[in-house]
């Protein structure tokens, strides 16, 4: 507790952003998109780490494990996606405290630290979890339409990646409730229900989540839970004096300096930074929302939410438009 406290300290100064939990062995880090954070790893003890080997490893979401860093006295090197984004705070000669910096969608997960020294290897596992929204989405061309690969490219052009069950399990525990089953980043199909009723798997089962199981990658088809973090940039609704077709849309955003939103970046502004607007605008799939948190009459009055008016004709003059802005 004290190294942690310690390390908090440390890291404050160097601007980096840790909040992290001891729960037994395992560690929690909470983080956003873009930060740099801290995973903690100490060898107890007085014997140094000078001589060991530390191997800093990942656990994807299909149980193997990927490189991230590994170092030998003086020799280091990083891997993958992680290189040239990841190295070790060396505060003192007991810790293998790994930095990884502009944190993205794709680092959440289980890290796992090891410190090799031949006598008594130590392995501490670090849980990165990222702050965000998870979200059900399903395409123009309608319900059950995407096989997994599909729901990846259907995530990524939201500004988002495939949801993991804890992902899941958390947004249910906030309230998420939906009644169509979609893909998670490890194969299986499931959907949150908080108010158990007749076409949702019954009335008189519990309330959780319903889970289809491993699913056929290529041949089923669901819809999927995206999940998307904090934005680096602005999300707005363009004040225009008229409504606009769906092309006028996207380039009345360009000529704002900006680019038609995301699905993604709509319920990021709504969930992490309490966006409201009562406009139902244009995004960049082609389809109209608007995000609601303060539920008033003829504005989602029950519930905030971020409202789906549906894939309208795309030469439609009905809606205004959301925009986006990288800074
Ligand atoms: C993260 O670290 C990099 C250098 O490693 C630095 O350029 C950047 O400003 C840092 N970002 C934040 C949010 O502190
Ligand atoms: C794990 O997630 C990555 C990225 O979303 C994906 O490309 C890969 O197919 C997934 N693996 C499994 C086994 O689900």
Redo the contacts with the bound molecule.
Sequence with gaps: MLALLFLVLLTTSLNLHVEAQDIGSRIKVYANRGDNITLPCHLEGQSSLFGNRIKWTKM???S?ETDVLISMGFHKKTYGNFQNRVYLLEADENDATLVLTDINL?DYGTYICEVINGLNDKITEVDLELQGVVFPYSPRRGRYNLN??DA?AACLEQDA??ASFEQLFEAWKGGLDWCNAGWL???TVQYPITNPREPCGGARTSAGLRNYGQRD?SNSRYDVFCFTSALKGRFYYLILPKKLSYDEAVQACKNDGAEIAKVGHIYSAWKLLGYDRCDAGWLADGSVRYPISRPRRNCSPTEAAVRFVGFPDKKQKLYGVYCYKTQ
Excluded: A, L
């Design positions: 994807e979401n299909d193997t794709n997994f690969h990846e990646v495939v980043n490890d194969g990658k």
